[in-house]
Every structure is written in C-alpha cells, then in structure tokens.
C-alpha cells in the first residue's frame, strides 16, 4: 500500500522576506448542509469539542479546528489519521440533518507564510485587509490568491496557512515564492 504525501514533498524556501513552505499533511472534512441549524452545531461540538464559529472566524478544540466558509460550510481541520473516524463520527451525530459530509484532504494543499513580513507577502497577492487589527488571529478568509481559489488564515502573529486544490500546489508555491522573494519588501505595514 503505498503512503499519502503532501502534493510537494514538503517543498520550503527561506531565501526572502518570510519563510514559504509546504505544511505537513493535515486531515480536512467538508461539511455542507444548515451550519446554523441546532442539530448541526450539536454534532460539530460533540465530534470536534469546537463550537461552530461564526462568519469569518475559526475555532479550536484540541487537535480539532472548525473554520467557517460559507453560509452553508465549514471546514473541519484534524490530524491527517483520525479523517476516517472523524468522518463517520460527524456523520452519525448528525444523524437526519441534511448534510453532505466529505473528505477532502488528498484533493487540498496547504502552505505556510511565516516571519515578520509575513502580512506583506499575503497582502501582495489577496484582496483581503491584511492590516494589523483588521485580520488577526482566529479570522479565516475564502479569498482569490492570484488567481485561484484559497483559504487563509493566521494560526498565530507573523504566521499565515493557506490551503487550495491540490492540482494548483505548484503554482500557489511558486507565487508564493516570488512575493517573498528577496528584496521585494514595500513596507506596506510599517
């Protein structure tokens, strides 16, 4: 049987302004269905520990993250090993609520962006407010990178995560990459 592997053999580049790598390979479930509905929330919370956030926020519990996408999803995060237990669990729990349940976590990439200049490379590439106080830790975003669909948010000051589709990881790297690169900084949060 062969191992499941990050979509770039944890691809990293230090030569800029922040640190741009590939993150270690992360279990990720989609849940659609009423995220607002009593019955919902219940089985989140009693699955994850985490209560369901609210529109533009994430919460944690543990090893558990639910990360709100849309009026109608959320994104649960947990350790790559537990994806098939967790999945099943969020099914039973929601018992005959109308969700979809999914595993995504081989059709996603993740990458981190990290060090001080961090929000200047992020900001150089979505059109979110990446200011300090306008995005902060515990915010989470569905926004454009470029030009492809990603999820950012900032698990801790100076550090981002991004998730896309697997099938954009090079080039999502690679942009990356060249908005952290060397010499490139504008001092846009200064």
């Known amino acids: 049987?062969?191992?499941?592997?990050?979509?770039?053999?944890?691809?990293?580049?230090?030569?800029?302004?922040?640190?741009?790598?590939?993150a270690a390979r992360e279990g990720m479930i989609t849940l659609r269905g009423d995220v607002t509905s009593a019955a919902v929330k219940k089985a989140l919370k009693s699955v994850t520990g985490a209560a369901m956030p609210g529109a533009g926020q994430m919460a944690t519990s543990g090893s558990y993250t639910l990360c709100w996408m849309s009026p109608d999803e959320v994104l649960v995060l947990?350790?790559?090993?537990?994806?098939?237990?967790?999945?099943t669990a969020l099914q039973n729990a929601a018992g005959t609520a109308h969700v979809l349940v999914v595993n995504v976590t081989d059709a996603r990439a993740s990458f981190t962006v990290a060090g001080p200049l961090a929000r200047e490379v992020m900001a150089k590439l979505c059109p979110v407010d990446l200011a300090p106080g306008a995005f902060e830790p515990g915010m989470f975003r569905r926004t454009r990178l470029a030009q492809v669909a990603a999820a950012v948010w900032m698990p801790e000051a100076e550090r981002f995560r991004i998730v896309c589709f697997r099938s954009q990881a090079r080039y999502v790297f690679d942009v990356l990459c060249v908005a952290a690169q060397e010499g490139s900084a504008v001092g846009a949060f200064n």
Do not use: R, Y
């Open 78 to 87: 947990c350790p790559a090993d537990t994806v098939g237990d967790t999945l």
């Open 1 to 22: 049987m062969s191992e499941p592997i990050t979509a770039l053999g944890g691809a990293v580049s230090q030569n800029g302004i922040a640190k741009v790598a590939e």
